[in-house]
């Protein structure tokens, strides 16, 4: 698709009318016709979220300042913190960061698909500082969901996207998530089903020793089979970011963990076949499978919330901390930590 063809309808993006008046959020259908206009609204400096494996993201094109900087708008972001790029696949990955051959070799191995690699940014990136945080380093993933390689393809260049929520809320796994958060803040939602992983990307660094940043899709046993040990625990090139907040994802009821006793007025989120009683349960996988969980995580915090109403209760079931139990445990201790936000 060229750049500059004419669209449909105008875009709503400058800051004057968007204060007054809210845009009409399209929702979009991975058709031709779709796909040229998503990618005709990313060109043009605009906003589309769309399905990844992991979450859904807001994406916008990361060498446009304005549409990065709305990017943080439309999320209620407090503050501008790195994004992760997301391209179609390692080669033009290569046009934004510098990948050495250990960094080839992860990437040969894992995309596409939910891991994403922090390697040093190359200075002739052209990508937008607000991406970045000005760091000399950049996130960068290739996702395997046919949607969002549809779109990249269709768009030709970098997307940056953080989770399509908005900030310190639940990541979105399905399009009613996102509308839920973004409408009338973004220009589009691209339909791409339900997210079949559930949690966000594994970060993991490659300036220095290899470094778990964020636990997620690719689980730590499986990296480490490749890697060997990974530093974990933070750094000094771990930035402080919204998803490393002690409250995120977080639902409007009181969240607490590893409960396995009655709790009469609240709502439970299982894991495995055993349920203490409770006012209402909901189960993350009744045969205890790590995978079937994190795909139901996101999803069924947002069904225990609308339960358990606004000043009610969600209790979690313990859930085993390896494989993907590591990032379901994660975004569970931020769901339930003190919110400051
Ligand atoms: O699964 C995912 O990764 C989703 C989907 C949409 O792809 N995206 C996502 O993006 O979770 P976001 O913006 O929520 O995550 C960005 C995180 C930041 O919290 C930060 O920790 C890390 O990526 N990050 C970005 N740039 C970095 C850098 N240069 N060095 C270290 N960490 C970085
Ligand atoms: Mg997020």
Known sequence: MAIGTTLKQPLNTSRQTQRHKPMQTEHLFPNATDLDRAANILLAGGLVAFATETVYGLGGD????HAVARIFAAKGRPRFNPLIV???????????????????????????????????????SGLSPLVTAELPSVAI??????????????????????SANRSGRISPTRAAHVFDGLSGKIEAVLEGGTCSVGVESTI????????????????LETLEAMLGPLQT??????????????????????V???????TAGAVHLGFGPDAPNCRSSL???????????????????????????????????????????????????????????
């Open 62 to 65: 990361a060498r446009n300042d």
């Open 86 to 124: 997301h391209v179609a696949n390692l080669d033009q990955a290569r046009r934004y960061g510098a990948f050495d051959a250990r960094a080839m070799a992860v990437a040969a191995a894992f995309w596409p698909g939910p891991l994403t690699l922090v390697v040093p940014l190359r200075p002739d």
């Open 141 to 162: 993933r290739v996702p395997a969901h046919p949607v969002a390689q549809a779109l990249l393809t269709a768009f030709g260049g970098p997307l940056a996207a953080p």
């Open 204 to 219: 993991l660094g490659l300036l220095g020793a290899p470094e778990l940043l964020r636990p997620g899709g690719i689980d």
């Open 233 to 254: 625990g933070g750094s000094a090139i771990k930035p402080s970011a919204p998803g490393q907040l002690a409250s995120h994802y977080a639902p409007n009821a009181s």
């Open 256 to 262: 607490t963990l590893n409960v396995t006793v009655n």
């Open 283 to 341: 189960n993350l996988s009744p045969g205890a499978d790590l995978i079937e969980a994190a795909a139901n995580l996101f999803h069924l915090l947002r069904e225990a919330d609308l339960l358990a109403g606004p000043d009610g209760a969600i209790t979690v079931a313990p859930i085993p901390e390896n494989g993907l139990g590591r990032a379901i445990n994660d975004r569970l201790r931020r769901a339930a930590a003190p919110r400051y936000l």
